[in-house]
């Protein structure tokens, strides 16, 4: 027999098999044919594994969007990955964000109390971003290629094995059929010879499936060490911008609330955090209990009944309508009023007029 004679007649069992198989699976769905059931242990066993691959596969991709919410970028690390090769770094959103805040910062000039705050969130955005960087590559690294090895490498051959299982079950059942249906002496025999064989090698892979299905109890547990691994992870980051924000906090915390948002009307003026630099001289108390600065020139001002031009230091937005809006560096007249609070000037731009904080201002010669 040569080798094509011999492909010939493998292929020709080959068919002959498949076509049994066909026949016997549409027969019972069709209820026309009896079924081999498999036992409780090795349903149940099934049943894991399916739910165990549901539901890896559904974590493992929210924890991918969770890590990376850009779909495009995703893509693209997929892309690599599969072509083993490395994806480019890519700045994140956190970093963007801080480098955009420290340019604006030093645009708008580092001395300003604006430009300087952003300047610090600027920076802490970026810290930020560093440890987002660090969460991801330890989750992927911890978390998801665990997850991933079971779906690509262990479910797969699970998968395989099942399949094959189904196969010898087909089989199986189809050989139970023909016995049924033999009626010659002769043909009876081989159809009990062809039983014992089928029963053999169906007992033979569903001892082979059940040896793998069992290991998902492994499987869970090494999984529940890499969900461990996460959520430390997780607590690191949180932790750090925690600790981040804390410190950028206690930087930005010279600037009192009634400056940050002074919408608010209250009793006291708002103190800018660069109060020294611009008019530090003597402390006196406001109204609110916040310690403020008056300099000897604006005492002087204050007692005499002339004006004066003053430079603004800081944006302010007037409380209500007594007050005058103000742009940092823009100059405008002020003068001293009668029964006015010792924390307040009058401002005259053009045609406006309203009280202005005297810790905003620095006069000029």
């Given at each position: 027999?040569?080798?094509?004679?011999?492909?010939?007649?493998?292929?020709?069992?080959?068919?002959?098999?498949?076509?049994?198989?066909?026949?016997?699976?549409?027969?019972?769905?069709?209820?026309?044919?009896?079924?081999?059931?498999?036992?409780?242990?090795?349903?149940?066993?099934?049943?894991?594994?399916?739910?165990?691959?549901?539901?890896?596969?559904?974590?493992?991709?929210?924890?991918?969007?969770?890590?990376?919410?850009?779909?495009?970028?995703?893509?693209?690390?997929?892309?690599?990955?599969?072509?083993?090769?490395?994806?480019?770094?890519?700045?994140?959103?956190?970093?963007?964000?801080?480098?955009?805040?420290?340019d604006a910062g030093t645009e708008f000039g580092p001395g300003t109390a604006y430009g300087n705050a952003l300047i610090k969130c600027g920076e802490t955005q970026k810290r930020i971003g560093t440890a987002d960087r660090e969460l991801?590559?330890?989750?992927?690294?911890?978390?998801?290629?665990?997850?991933r090895n079971f779906i690509e490498g262990d479910y797969k051959t699970i998968a395989k094995e099942r399949k094959l299982l189904q196969n010898k079950r087909l089989d199986l059942d189809a050989a139970k059929t023909r016995l049924k249906?033999?009626?010659?002496?002769?043909?009876?025999?081989?159809?009990?010879?062809?039983?014992?064989?089928?029963?053999?090698?169906?007992?033979?892979?569903?001892?082979?499936?059940?040896?793998?299905?069992?290991?998902?109890?492994?499987?869970?547990?090494?999984?529940?060490?890499?969900?461990?691994?996460?959520?430390?992870?997780?607590?690191?980051?949180?932790?750090?911008?925690?600790?981040?924000?804390?410190?950028?906090?206690?930087?930005?915390?010279?600037?009192?609330?009634?400056?940050?948002?002074?919408?608010?009307?209250?009793?006291?003026?708002?103190?800018?955090?660069?109060?020294?630099?611009?008019?530090?001289?003597?402390?006196?108390?406001?109204?609110?209990?916040?310690?403020?600065?008056?300099?000897?020139?604006?005492?002087?001002?204050?007692?005499?009944?002339?004006?004066?031009?003053?430079?603004?230091?800081?944006?302010?937005?007037?409380?209500?309508?007594?007050?005058?809006?103000?742009?940092?560096?823009?100059?405008?007249?002020?003068?001293?009023?009668?029964?006015?609070?010792?924390?307040?000037?009058?401002?005259?731009?053009?045609?406006?007029?309203?009280?202005?904080?005297?810790?905003?201002?620095?006069?000029?010669?």
């Amino acid at each position: 027999m040569n080798i094509m004679d011999f492909n010939m007649k493998k292929l020709a069992a080959d068919a002959g098999t498949f076509l049994s198989r066909a026949v016997q699976f549409t027969e019972e769905k069709l209820g026309q044919a009896e079924k081999t059931e498999l036992d409780a242990h090795l349903e149940n066993l099934l049943s894991k594994a399916e739910c165990t691959k549901i539901w890896t596969e559904k974590i493992m991709k929210q924890t991918e969007v969770l890590l990376q919410p850009n779909p495009n970028a995703r893509i693209e690390e997929f892309v690599y990955e599969k072509l083993d090769r490395k994806a480019p770094s890519r700045i994140n959103n956190p970093e963007l964000l801080g480098q955009y805040m420290i340019d604006a910062g030093t645009e708008f000039g580092p001395g300003t109390a604006y430009g300087n705050a952003l300047i610090k969130c600027g920076e802490t955005q970026k810290r930020i971003g560093t440890a987002d960087r660090e969460l991801i590559q330890t989750s992927a690294l911890n978390f998801l290629t665990p997850l991933r090895n079971f779906i690509e490498g262990d479910y797969k051959t699970i998968a395989k094995e099942r399949k094959l299982l189904q196969n010898k079950r087909l089989d199986l059942d189809a050989a139970k059929t023909r016995l049924k249906k033999a009626k010659a002496a002769e043909t009876r025999s081989s159809s009990e010879q062809e039983l014992r064989i089928t029963q053999s090698e169906f007992d033979r892979q569903a001892e082979i499936t059940r040896l793998l299905l069992e290991g998902i109890s492994s499987t869970h547990a090494h999984h529940l060490r890499c969900l461990n691994d996460f959520v430390e992870a997780q607590m690191t980051y949180y932790a750090q911008c925690y600790q981040y924000m804390l410190d950028l906090q206690k930087q930005l915390g010279s600037f009192p609330s009634s400056y940050l948002s002074n919408n608010n009307q209250t009793s006291g003026i708002p103190v800018p955090s660069s109060l020294a630099n611009a008019v530090g001289s003597p402390a006196v108390a406001s109204t609110s209990g916040i310690v403020i600065t008056s300099p000897s020139n604006l005492n002087d001002l204050k007692e005499s009944s002339g004006s004066r031009k003053a430079r603004v230091l800081y944006d302010y937005d007037a409380a209500n309508s007594t007050e005058l809006s103000l742009l940092a560096d823009e100059v405008i007249t002020v003068f001293s009023v009668v029964g006015m609070d010792s924390d307040w000037l009058m401002g005259e731009r053009g045609n406006q007029k309203g009280k202005v904080p005297i810790t905003y201002l620095e006069l000029l010669n």
